[in-house]
């Protein structure tokens, strides 16, 4: 089973940047793609982005289009979550997990939906203020 920790998380005001981390162990990182998802207080959580593990392909909510990045770096086990323009509205707890693409998956963002295969973790506190 995969542990997870991410971190990097903070507060910054909107318009501002961040870049969060999140370090994989117990499996092979390399063989599984990887995605972010957040949840905001109140609201149920969701997928962000997610990053293939065969060719680096990557795919976006709409909501993160153009303002976030996400890579990873297999020889240190890591996702990375890059933040740029951060939006009020991004306010969040975000997790990383392991993803697979399926169909009729349980995080949908457009017409792709993704199911998660790993513990969640503590995830990490993004605030962005007005």
């Known amino acids: 089973q995969v542990q997870l920790v991410e971190s990097g998380g903070g507060l910054v005001q909107a318009g501002g940047s961040l870049r969060l981390s999140c370090a994989a162990s117990g499996r092979t990182f390399s063989s599984y793609a990887m995605g972010w998802f957040r949840q905001a207080p109140g609201k149920e959580r969701e997928f962000v982005a997610a990053i293939s593990y065969i060719n680096n392909s990557t795919y976006y909510a709409d909501s993160v289009k153009g303002r976030f990045t996400i890579s990873r770096d297999n020889a240190k086990s890591t996702v990375y979550l890059q933040m740029n323009s951060l939006k009020p509205e991004d306010t969040a707890v975000y997790y990383c997990?392991?993803?697979?693409?399926?169909?009729?998956?349980?995080?949908?963002?457009?017409?792709?939906?993704?199911?998660?295969?790993?513990?969640w973790g503590q995830g990490t506190q993004v605030t962005v203020s007005s």
């Open positions: 997990n392991v993803v697979r693409a399926k169909s009729g998956g349980y995080y949908c963002s457009g017409a792709v939906c993704y199911d998660t295969f790993g513990s």
